[in-house]
């Protein structure tokens, strides 16, 4: 009755009979199941055999939109007959459609098929936890075995004791030197682990508080949160974000539970290179952006 997939540049909702799909270039597309149904079909053939991608087109001397300077500078025309009008997507945007729309025409079972699954596995547990405790019958076998008659052995003389010394002698002990020492156990040699090569991020420069004060303004850390979650970021010259990273299990569950903007989406003011810098959201609400370097790209 109720659904909701995500990925980065894309986001379906299905409630009842009617669908939500939002898209990272700013469409959105309402109907009914029918028709995303239908809608999957023409995305699906699409995928299966697309065009060659179209590069924008760009004169000398033009500057170009910040939505077409993306990572991605090619584009698919994606068609969708009387659905939807034409769009022009990138590789990662028509992957993303792709996925959410596949996996939103997943049957599921109905509520009341998964219930008599679970009653059936309450019953079967309960059979067998019952015949684990029901009483067996107690076998018992005696077992005889015949033990041969052996002969009685011969009995042995004893030994004699060793002569003693008649009393009142005195006996000298030879003192006994240049005894060798004993060997000293030699220590294991430890390994010395290895030294570490990982970049060493320092403070944000100047260039960078608008993605400091953006995600401060909007962090919200979730009830169950314990650990502080940390991302690697990539923000480009027009200041959006290019890739995202997580650093840890934590980060990538929680990655839809946080203000992370969309990919390509420009949610802060122009940089003089791209930077790749480290966000740290903690569970108190304190936000920290450490910097790693500039690049070119």
Same mark, same amino acid.
């Given at each position: #009755?109720? +659904?909701?997939?995500?990925?980065?540049?894309?986001?379906?909702?299905?409630?009842?009979?009617?669908?939500?799909?939002?898209?990272?270039?700013?469409?959105?597309?309402?109907?009914? +199941?029918?028709?995303?149904?239908?809608?999957?079909?023409?995305?699906?053939?699409?995928?299966?055999?697309?065009?060659?991608?179209?590069?924008?087109? =760009?004169?000398?001397?033009?500057?170009?939109?910040? @939505?077409? %300077?993306?990572?991605?500078?090619?584009?698919?025309? *994606?068609?969708?007959?009387?659905?939807?009008?034409? #769009?022009?997507?990138?590789?990662?945007?028509?992957?993303?459609?792709?996925?959410?729309?596949?996996?939103? !025409?997943?049957?599921?079972?109905?509520?009341?098929?998964? @219930?008599? $699954?679970?009653?059936?596995?309450?019953? $079967?547990?309960?059979?067998?936890?019952?015949?684990?405790?029901?009483? +067996?019958?107690?076998?018992? =076998?005696?077992?005889? +075995?015949?033990?041969?008659?052996?002969?009685?052995?011969?009995?042995?003389?004893?030994?004699?004791?060793?002569?003693?010394?008649?009393?009142?002698?005195?006996?000298?002990?030879?003192?006994?030197?240049?005894?060798? *020492?004993?060997?000293?156990? %030699?220590?294991?040699?430890?390994?010395?682990?290895?030294? %570490?090569?990982?970049?060493?991020?320092?403070?944000?420069?100047?260039? *960078?508080?608008?993605?400091?004060?953006?995600?401060? !303004?909007?962090? =919200?850390?979730?009830?169950?949160?314990?650990?502080?979650?940390?991302?690697?970021?990539?923000?480009?010259?027009?200041?959006?974000?290019?890739?995202?990273?997580?650093?840890?299990?934590?980060?990538?569950?929680?990655?839809? =539970?946080?203000? #992370?903007?969309?990919?390509?989406?420009?949610? #802060?003011?122009?940089?003089?290179?791209?930077?790749?810098?480290?966000?740290?959201?903690?569970?108190?609400?304190?936000?920290?952006?450490?910097?790693?370097?500039?690049?070119?790209?």
């Amino acid at each position: #009755m109720w +659904r909701e997939l995500r990925r980065p540049t894309c986001q379906l909702r299905l409630r009842w009979g009617h669908f939500c799909l939002k898209l990272a270039n700013g469409w959105e597309i309402r109907g009914k +199941r029918d028709q995303l149904t239908a809608l999957t079909v023409l995305v699906l053939a699409y995928v299966a055999a697309p065009p060659p991608p179209v590069a924008p087109a =760009q004169q000398r001397g033009e500057l170009l939109p910040v @939505g077409a %300077s993306l990572p991605v500078p090619h584009r698919y025309a *994606l068609e969708l007959g009387g659905l939807a009008p034409t #769009m022009n997507l990138t590789l990662q945007e028509l992957y993303d459609l792709a996925w959410v729309l596949e996996a939103a !025409q997943t049957p599921r079972f109905p509520w009341w098929q998964q @219930g008599l $699954g679970w009653l059936a596995l309450g019953v $079967g547990l309960a059979l067998a936890l019952g015949l684990a405790w029901l009483p +067996r019958p107690v076998e018992r =076998q005696i077992v005889t +075995r015949l033990v041969p008659r052996t002969q009685s052995p011969q009995t042995l003389p004893a030994p004699s004791p060793p002569p003693t010394p008649p009393p009142g002698t005195t006996v000298a002990l030879e003192p006994v030197s240049n005894l060798p *020492l004993p060997p000293v156990p %030699s220590q294991p040699k430890l390994p010395t682990p290895p030294s %570490s090569k990982l970049p060493t991020p320092s403070v944000a420069p100047p260039e *960078l508080q608008g993605l400091e004060r953006y995600f401060r !303004q909007r962090w =919200q850390p979730p009830p169950s949160l314990q650990h502080p979650l940390r991302y690697r970021l990539v923000v480009t010259r027009q200041g959006a974000l290019s890739q995202i990273t997580p650093l840890s299990p934590a980060a990538g569950v929680f990655l839809d =539970q946080t203000p #992370m903007p969309l990919v390509g989406e420009t949610f #802060m003011g122009t940089i003089p290179q791209t930077a790749t810098v480290q966000l740290v959201l903690a569970p108190d609400g304190q936000v920290q952006v450490w910097f790693e370097g500039w690049s070119q790209n």
